[in-house]
């Protein structure tokens, strides 16, 4: 059973959510021949002031 697992920065629609979800699945079953009841996807939403790159905090305001 393919578990794919996603970690982004919070803040995407849930519409937005669920087509990432519905594409992911659709590309695991075609990758590796998954029957599509057996994908699951899991979505981590990391607040933005959590988030950093390069030593910094990437996010210092709901805009950036």
């Known amino acids: 059973m393919p578990f794919i697992e996603v970690t982004m920065v919070e803040g995407r629609t849930d519409a937005q959510k669920a087509a ?3 594409k992911l ?8 021949g998954a029957p599509i009841e057996a994908v699951r ?4 939403e990391i ?5 950093g790159v390069a030593g910094k ?7 950036g």
């Open 41 to 44: 996807v899991c979505i981590r």
């Open 57 to 63: 905090q990437k996010f210092l305001d709901k805009s």
């Open 47 to 51: 607040p933005r002031e959590n988030w």
């Open 25 to 32: 699945t659709d590309a695991a079953v075609e990758a590796v």
């Open 20 to 22: 990432l979800i519905e």
